[in-house]
């Protein structure tokens, strides 16, 4: 039997990684009290009452006020119960109060500009509200991202559990991270209903500094598989198709 190369993340994700390790679970030092889950979990389940009090303190009960609380606040829902029947042992780590406050300015926090943006004054009378039909694409692109990330995860836990191996079929027979895809699809619904570049700047920064990387670094570990070469051959990253494996088998 050969021996499993692995294939470590670029030096730039590593160090990227190694960084955002240290200000979410140790910034500032002290005694790790805190679990990750916690932090997370508040900002989650928060949001139906943060959208609320928005709604209430603008006096805005405009039927895309309630569309947008109904959307984000029923995903914090849906995280919750996500957490209580099939957690994430990522999120069980202890942090440091540094670490929970860094993760939520930066972070956790910044999703909660997408409502105040499209919910306050603050954009003016010149910003358009979302139509009809931007509404129903928003409902459309929310729900079947959290379906998405709601079955994967629970694939991925539930399979792991019972047997650690590489996870080829089912939600991850053409897409390798169809979690992330799924979460993709929810916060890109919020922006669209946002209607605004602020909403997308912050959602840039998230994917590409947090969850291109988590990807990456994911990606080296799964390496140590013997048949990871030929599963990532096949399928894509969060699309199903593997655009550089077409383009090589074409030439």
């Given at each position: ?47 139906f ?105 629970s ?16 939600m ?20 669209l ?12 920064w ?46």
């Amino acid at each position: 039997m050969g021996t499993v190369k692995i294939h470590e993340a670029p030096i730039i994700v590593r160090k990227i990684t190694h960084i955002f390790t240290h200000l979410s679970t140790k910034f500032l030092g002290g005694p790790k009290i805190l679990k990750f889950a916690w932090v997370i979990n508040f900002q989650k389940g928060g949001t139906f009452l943060f959208v609320a009090l928005l709604m209430m303190v603008y006096k805005n009960y405009s039927v895309y006020a309630w569309v947008y609380m109904g959307l984000h606040g029923s995903y914090g829902l849906c995280w919750l119960l996500k957490h209580f029947v099939f957690p994430d042992s990522v999120w069980e780590k202890k942090i440091t109060f540094g670490g929970a406050l860094m993760s939520f300015l930066f972070v956790l926090g910044p999703y909660w500009t997408f409502p105040y943006l499209l919910i306050s004054d603050v954009l003016g009378e010149s910003h358009l509200a979302p139509s009809n039909l931007m509404l129903m694409v928003c409902i459309s692109l929310h729900t079947l991202g959290v379906v998405i990330m709601m079955v994967s995860d629970s694939q991925k836990y539930f399979t792991l559990k019972y047997n650690k191996r590489l996870i080829e079929d089912g939600m991850f027979k053409y897409i390798r991270h169809p979690n992330y895809l799924g979460e993709i699809m929810v916060y890109a619904s919020y922006a669209l209903i946002v209607g605004h570049w602020i909403p997308w700047a912050i959602l840039l920064w998230i994917w590409l500094g947090i969850f291109f990387t988590n990807m990456l670094i994911i990606e080296s570990s799964l390496s140590r598989y013997p048949n990871w070469e030929s599963y990532k051959d096949r399928t894509g990253m969060l699309l199903p198709f593997n655009f550089s494996h077409h383009r090589y088998s074409k030439n």
